[in-house]
């Protein structure tokens, strides 16, 4: 079956062609040609430039400087972010199916930091369990840090991928994992405590094995509390 053809605008074509200057080899933080430059280049008027501009800037792949013009932005997990938050309004069951994406993300994220953390990531997981140990009685701190450490721990992964799906996850989950903590009881949180201390020590020893392994039964264990309610 036959569909009807679209006519694309000016501004669309050059938004396209700019995609893919930018996927060329422009690096965050590159300017983009002046718009004067890229009328010129692409052989349409300035403000059908500025409309395409404009189409990047919404989709997060420009921003305007003043002073310099448009430069490419750095990669960052705020659509991803958006997505998973509004994927948790839609019903119940996506909290279910979010935690499991994080569990096939964060047994890698935990395998690649056993292999690849640097003395110092490991000391930023180090000081996060240490003050973990001590908030064990305040939900609310004890789930900013858990955020934190699953976050260093995507980071320490050396994938900027990971990372970024990592700490988009968590921050949409942020709430539900406080929920989540002020229902259990004391030695829930014990045991919850003492699966972030094994796994950093995992880390810390470079047994990606045993992180991937702690990983995954520590997203287990979330992933069951939620299925019970």
């Known amino acids: 079956m036959l569909n009807k053809l679209e006519r694309t605008t000016l501004s669309e074509q050059a938004a396209s062609q700019l995609t893919a200057l930018i996927g060329d080899g ?23 430039v500025r409309e395409a501009l404009k189409s990047l800037q919404g989709q997060g792949l420009i921003e305007v400087i003043n002073g310099r013009g448009a430069v490419v932005r750095h990669l960052t997990h705020e659509a991803l972010l958006t997505y998973f938050s509004r994927a948790m309004q839609v019903k119940h069951a996506s909290i279910v199916e979010l935690l499991e994406v994080r569990r096939g993300i964060e047994s890698e994220s935990a395998f690649l930091a056993a292999k690849r953390r640097s003395p110092e990531q490991l000391h930023e997981m180090q000081q996060i369990i240490t003050q ?17 450490l699953h976050i260093a721990i995507g980071q320490a992964s050396g994938n900027a991928v990971i990372a970024h799906l990592v700490e988009s996850i968590r921050e949409a989950l942020r709430e539900v994992s406080l929920r989540g903590l002020e229902r259990r009881q004391a030695s829930q949180l014990t045991r919850v405590q003492h699966l972030h201390e094994n796994l950093v020590a995992a880390i810390a020893a470079q047994d990606a094995t045993v992180a991937t392994q702690t990983m995954t039964l520590h997203m287990d264990e979330a992933i069951a509390s939620f299925e019970s309610v």
């Open 26 to 48: 422009l690096r965050p933080g590159e300017a983009l040609p002046s718009e004067a430059r890229l009328a010129e280049m692409l052989g349409v008027s300035r403000p059908v």
């Open 132 to 148: 973990m140990q001590q908030q064990q009685t305040d939900p609310q701190a004890y789930a900013d840090l858990d955020v934190q």
